[in-house]
């Protein structure tokens, strides 16, 4: 069994109080001349959701054996 020093325990309880990646990130996104990155993340996002959204339509509809009308629903 490892022996724990003081200096081992004091940095596990200091560690839940340090700075968390999302913590750094966040810091570095709100920057004013990195907005064009955090809109491009927002768009990233929004696209990924509507592919997707489109991906399980079109599996659905071959689920139900309708594969011919996977097109012309894009077409719409």
């Known amino acids: 069994m490892p022996e724990f020093n003081l200096i081992t ?4 309880v200091a560690a839940p109080h340090e700075i ?3 913590d750094q990130f966040v810091d570095i996104i709100s920057k004013p001349d990195n907005m064009p990155v955090a809109g491009a993340l927002l768009l990233v996002v929004l696209f990924t959701v509507i592919s997707l959204r489109q991906a399980f339509f ?3 509809l ?3 054996d309708r594969k011919d009308e996977i097109l012309s629903h894009m077409q719409e």
Do not use: Q
Not at 9 to 12: D, G, H, R
């Open 9 to 12: 325990i004091l940095s596990a």
């Open 20 to 22: 968390t990646g999302w």
């Open 58 to 60: 079109n599996d659905k």
């Open 62 to 64: 071959i689920a139900e």
